[in-house]
Nanobody, 130 residues
Framework: QVQVVESGGGLVQAGGSLRLSCQIS????????VAWFRQTTGKQREGIAC????????TYADSVKGRFTISRDDAKNQHYLQMDSLKPEDTATYFC???????????????????????WGQGTQVTVSS
């Protein structure tokens, strides 16, 4: 059974940094991309970053491009989202997801879509104060 567990959320001041971690117990398919999404109450889940199965390609939503960095360490089954220059509008619950609908690749020049990912964590809260 695949388990996806996020950690690293918390409260930070605007301009600060946080690093989120995602532990995936098993990647059932060798070619699994991993992505981060975020959601606030009353809004749709937003895809913000994706990394391909081999780490060779990444994509970001315009809202986080240049500030957030996605990475993966398959030896540890760990995946990360480094968030710098945080803004109050980054406040949300952040979710990690894994899937292989696109053969382990990410969409080209576009943020990830939720329907491309099968395995989801419960989320971790990030709050950015002004």
């Amino acid at each position: 059974q695949v388990q996806v567990v996020e950690s690293g959320g918390g409260l930070v001041q605007a301009g600060g940094s946080l690093r989120l971690s995602c532990q995936i117990s098993i990647l059932p398919l060798k070619y699994s991309a991993v992505a981060w999404f975020r959601q606030t109450t009353g809004k749709q889940r937003e895809g913000i970053a994706c990394i391909s199965w081999n780490g060779d390609s990444t994509t970001y939503a315009d809202s986080v491009k240049g500030r957030f960095t996605i990475s993966r360490d398959d030896a540890k089954n760990q995946h990360y989202l480094q968030m710098d220059s945080l803004k109050p509008e980054d406040t949300a619950t952040y979710f990690c997801a894994a899937g292989a609908h696109l053969g382990g690749q990410c969409r080209r020049n576009a943020a990830p879509a939720h329907y491309e990912f099968d395995y989801w964590g419960q989320g971790t809260q990030v709050t950015v104060s002004s």
